[in-house]
């Protein structure tokens, strides 16, 4: 038969084992969640550089008016239905870029104006 001194030496040494796999627990979230900071960052700072690529011109604008022109492109119908077209797709699949005639970029416009091109 066991005895207590024993016993209790191994409920130590479990207890001791117990806390080294909590801590190392603790350290591969935290580096889990350092590695999704530097992934999300990485991924604002191209997506960025790829907006202000296509329109320079947003470079000049205030935070305000940056903010104001993507709200109304976001908010038009036509935008809201790429979104939805693109995120139903595979995501293994390479979308074809698009090619804006002068056209689409009138009607766009117009459909930020509350403006019907679609007569006429």
Avoid: W, Y
């Amino acid at each position: 038969m066991p005895t207590i001194k024993s016993l209790n030496d191994k409920i130590e040494a479990a207890q001791l084992e117990l806390r080294q796999h909590e801590n190392r627990l603790k350290m591969l979230i935290q580096k889990q969640k350092e590695q999704e900071r530097r992934d999300r960052t990485k991924r604002l700072c191209k997506r960025m550089g790829l907006f202000e690529s296509l329109l320079p011109e947003t470079i000049l604008l205030s935070e305000e008016q940056f903010k104001f022109f993507l709200d109304n492109i976001i908010l038009t119908e036509s935008a809201r239905n790429l979104l939805a077209e693109l995120t139903a797709q595979d995501n293994n699949v390479i979308v074809e870029k698009p090619t804006a005639t002068a056209r689409d970029i009138s009607t766009l416009s117009a459909e930020n104006d509350g403006i019907d091109m679609t007569e006429g």
